[in-house]
């Protein structure tokens, strides 16, 4: 396998690019080759499962498909369905562009919100008695996307996916969340998106601090209040997501994956994973191909 499959994004009937969603069933018949095996998504994904029973990868996690529950697919993550699909469900599709569009308290909330932010804990959770609530806002958005294009499709349409996300996101357990919009959410907000886009750079600090027009100091202030941690360590906790995502779903060797990942050389790359996780790539690769 040379790279992941790429899911590109379902563009809807009526041509809006950003936000779409379908029934599983039948995007499971659209696109059968790849979503049954391992694939990144190039957009955010909400799954909202019906009924009956099954199984779905993300990253490292499977989990078993509930009833009345909804999953949470972050752009870039790895996911994959497993046969046989014994459920039923809906799945909505967004760019984060769509969503936070000349909009600083959307951009600060999905900035903030666990629904999209913290790859190395799934968000699934089962959704309760606002299950017939929330499944009528995907319906709203299916059928606006069924009307022709009108001046005020787009924002219509973003209401409806806000109100899913900030439902979601009580649901979740943040029921205290303070949604006021601050620098340094909107800035860690958008520090994240770049190295989420230039992952496979590898690029220092220096370089998004310089890109988003700030100072490194304003950046780790930022990132001790809000997260108690630095930025250097969220960069390091994101990279050696990547490479374990790399190591588990491709036979590349490890120097083809080390220089895919801005590392020149492979020795760095080696000490740099052992000295965060304990092991060796190959000795991950190992253990991961056992499970």
């Known amino acids: 396998m040379e790279a992941f499959l790429i899911e590109p994004f379902l563009n809807a009937d009526n041509g809006i690019s950003y936000i779409n969603t379908k029934n599983i069933s039948e995007l499971l018949l659209l696109r059968p080759a790849e979503l049954f095996q391992p694939h990144r998504t190039e ?13 779905h990868t993300i990253d490292f996690n499977t989990i078993d498909v509930e009833h009345k529950c909804m999953l949470f697919v972050t752009q870039n993550q790895v996911t994959q369905f497993h046969e046989p699909v014994k459920y039923k469900g809906k799945v909505l599709i967004f760019t984060e562009d ?8 959307q951009t600060q909330f999905f900035g903030q919100t666990d629904l999209f932010n913290d790859p190395l804990n799934l968000p699934y959770f089962e959704v309760g008695e606002r299950f017939d609530e929330i499944s009528a806002l995907f319906g709203f958005i299916d059928d606006e996307l069924k009307r022709p294009c009108h001046e005020a499709q787009s924002a219509i349409l973003n209401n409806y996916l806000f109100n899913i996300l900030l439902i979601a996101d009580n649901l979740s357990g943040c029921k205290d969340r303070k949604l006021d919009v601050s620098k340094n959410k909107l800035l860690l907000s958008k520090f994240k998106s770049m190295v989420n886009r230039n992952i ?6 220096e370089f998004y601090v310089e ?6 100091r304003t950046l780790q202030i930022a990132f001790l209040e809000e997260e108690k941690q630095t930025p250097k360590q969220w960069l390091t906790n994101r990279m050696i997501l990547e490479i374990k995502r790399n190591l588990c779903y491709h036979d590349k060797s490890i120097s083809e994956i080390a220089y895919k990942l801005g590392f020149k050389e492979v020795t760095n790359f080696i000490k740099f994973f052992k000295s965060k996780t304990g092991l060796t790539p190959s000795q991950f690769r190992s253990l991961s191909s056992k499970k």
Do not use: A, M, P, W
């Open 43 to 55: 957009f955010n994904v909400i799954y909202l499962f019906d009924e009956g029973e099954g199984k």
């Open 98 to 105: 769509f969503f936070c569009t000349n909009n600083l308290f």
């Open 200 to 205: 496979h750079q590898r690029h220092t600090l």
């Open 211 to 216: 890109n988003l027009n700030v100072s490194l």
